[in-house]
């Protein structure tokens, strides 16, 4: 059975990628995703289907994309189906609140990447000392509710959405795979310092941008203090270095 036709992001209308997975009752299921954007569409109920294998998928390509350059969402977003401006709103569930664009028309809706894994209950709210830490290391962050970036350093809470700052719980995912990915074996203890993860996804992603850019006129030389940092990629990367590595 072939894919479907890739549909167009609803932020940055380019195509999106088509992954096909398979659901609790053996039925294909196709996601479609953009990493530029950082955002999978979802048709009505598909994110009820996803069995824990399709789950450990979805954090490899995060993974995978982990240093790509992302690209703000635009403030007027269309349905794929039909191409009705999707309403945004919020959902709230035990881990927290989380953004939403549904389709009124109910063809599905867009979640991003953070939102999904709030939803599916994969963070926890940072404590005020990993706050603090991370104050004093960069200079501010990508809120994983609404993803406006944050002047951590000023803000404990996002002044957007008044969301608490969230991070990736390895436990959390964990005990939501129920060993899938890994059996009965128990993972290693792994140190977990976001501050160091942010500062070298960052630099990385720098580099990279530098070398694509190697004869351009500007300088994408940063500071630490002057980082934006990216707690859903860099709580990706400590997730795969705990449970699936």
């Keep these: 059975m072939s894919s479907s036709p890739a549909i167009a992001c609803p932020s940055c209308r380019q195509p999106m990628e088509v992954h096909r997975f398979t659901t609790h009752t053996g039925q294909a299921l196709e996601i479609d995703i953009c990493h530029a954007c950082q955002g999978l569409w979802l048709d009505q109920s598909e994110n009820l289907q996803l069995p824990p294998a399709a789950v450990v998928e979805l954090f490899r390509l995060l993974h995978e994309h982990r240093g790509d350059q992302r690209q703000p969402l635009q403030a007027r977003m269309d349905c794929p189906r039909c191409s009705r401006t999707l309403a945004q709103g919020f959902d709230v569930v035990r881990s927290g609140r989380y953004m939403t664009y549904r389709c009124a028309a109910r063809h599905g809706r867009f979640s991003t990447f953070a939102s999904f894994m709030v939803e599916k209950g994969f963070v926890r709210h940072m404590t005020p000392v990993e706050v603090q830490d991370l104050a004093k290391r960069v200079g501010a962050v990508y809120c994983t509710s609404c993803g406006a970036p944050v002047d951590i350093r000023k803000d404990h809470a996002c002044p957007y959405c008044r969301a608490a700052f969230s991070l990736l ?77």
């Design 169 to 245: 719980d390895p436990d959390a995912v964990r005990k939501a795979l129920d060993g899938y990915a890994r059996g009965t074996q128990e993972p290693a203890p792994a140190p977990t310092d976001i501050a160091d993860a942010l500062i070298t996804l960052e630099r990385d992603r720098n580099r990279a941008e530098r070398e694509r850019q190697q004869k351009g006129p500007f300088s994408l030389r940063q500071t630490e203090h002057e980082l934006t940092g990216d707690l859903l990629a860099a709580g990706v990367e400590m997730v795969w270095k705990v449970l699936f590595r």
